[in-house]
């Protein structure tokens, strides 16, 4: 990142989070703070925002589909969820 290589996150269904983007963000922030944050002693090494859009921004432009994945927008190929985010595992 630091060279301003494009980094991105996906899956093929034999990561170890399955299918889900989700948790492979969450290994993925998991395995950088191990690795590299507390070695640093850097609690925040890898923001959500960035692994957010790495995974969003960045993974459209990997897979060279900048004007068509990578926001929510007219024109664009979306697929959406619904988060229930009342839920006690999701609270801070």
């Known amino acids: ?16 989070g ?9 290994i993925f922030r998991s395995v950088m703070s191990l690795r590299h944050g507390v070695q640093k002693h850097i609690p925040n090494i890898m923001p ?12 459209a432009q990997i897979l060279n589909e900048q004007g ?10 979306a697929d959406l969820i619904g988060i229930n985010i009342n839920q006690p595992h999701l609270y801070p």
């Open 68 to 77: 068509s994945l990578g926001k929510i927008k007219a024109g664009y190929k």
């Open 1 to 16: 990142m630091d060279h301003h290589i494009p980094a991105g996150i996906g899956t093929d269904g034999a990561a170890h």
């Open 18 to 26: 399955g299918l889900s983007l989700w948790n492979e963000m969450k």
């Open 48 to 59: 959500s925002k960035r692994i957010f859009d790495m995974t969003i921004t960045n993974g």
